[in-house]
């Protein structure tokens, strides 16, 4: 069965940094897709981007671009969303989501992260 | 990038009835890069079509989608208590992006 477990929910200030957690199992981690997908409180889904763990080839939303980084381990079949300068904009949910090719649809999601950024 | 809307932004039915929601997009887009994906409060969202009118696993046949240029449809034949929720079309190409959604509630 295809899992993607997210790192619980986190609490900032403006100006801390953060990274975020997902790990796949159940399925070749190295061998998809895996993107984060921002949904701001009461607001719909952003698509911010997607690495490929078995060669970290990474793509950003022009959106997101410079604003977030996206990473992976593969010896631990994990990905992550690191900010390195919180904003209080960036109090939303952050789901991690597979997707077997890169332009392909969102087959399985991660049940969240709630970050809360607030001084 | 091609940006999405949807139509209606709130859909209000009974169960039972049908529901047909409309998303466009910017400018043509391929339907085998169209999908919709259903969110229920406190849920992720999950997968319903792709390729514009191909059913995820396990999506009941009541769901059916179309498209081509600019439009897809995704219609609920039969609404079913569990169906009341948010639903968003995405473009999956070389940038994704998402629609704003159309919320189906009980009348």
């Known amino acids: 069965e295809v899992q993607l477990v997210q790192s619980g929910a986190e609490v900032k200030k403006p100006g801390e940094s953060l990274k975020i957690s997902c790990k796949g199992s159940?399925?070749?981690?190295?061998?998809?897709?895996i993107g984060w997908v921002r949904q701001m409180p009461g607001k719909g889904l952003e698509w911010m981007g997607i690495i490929y763990p078995g060669d970290s080839d990474t793509r950003y939303s022009p959106s997101f671009q410079g604003q977030v980084t996206i990473s992976a381990d593969k010896s631990i079949s994990t990905a992550y969303l690191q900010w390195s300068s919180l904003k209080a904009s960036d109090t939303a949910m952050y789901y991690c989501?597979?997707?077997?090719?890169?332009?392909?649809?969102?087959?399985?999601w991660g049940q969240g992260t709630l970050v809360t950024v607030s001084s | 990038e091609i940006v999405l809307t949807q139509s209606p932004g709130t859909l209000s039915l009974s169960p039972g009835e049908r529901a047909t929601l409309s998303c466009r997009a910017s400018?043509?887009?391929?339907?085998?890069?169209l999908a919709w994906y259903q969110q229920k409060p406190g849920q992720a969202p999950r997968l319903l079509m792709y390729g514009a009118s191909s059913r995820a696993t396990g999506i009941p046949d009541r769901f059916s989608g179309s498209g081509s240029g600019t439009d897809s449809t995704l219609t609920i034949s039969r609404l079913e208590p569990e169906d009341f929720a948010v639903y968003y079309c995405?473009?999956?190409?070389?940038?994704?992006?998402f629609g704003p959604g159309t919320k189906v509630d009980i009348k």
């Open positions: 995405q473009h999956y190409g070389s940038s994704p992006t």
């Open positions: 989501a597979r997707q077997t090719i890169s332009a392909a649809p969102i087959d399985y």
């Open positions: 159940g399925y070749s981690f190295s061998s998809s897709w």
């Open positions: 400018q043509s887009v391929s339907s085998s890069s």
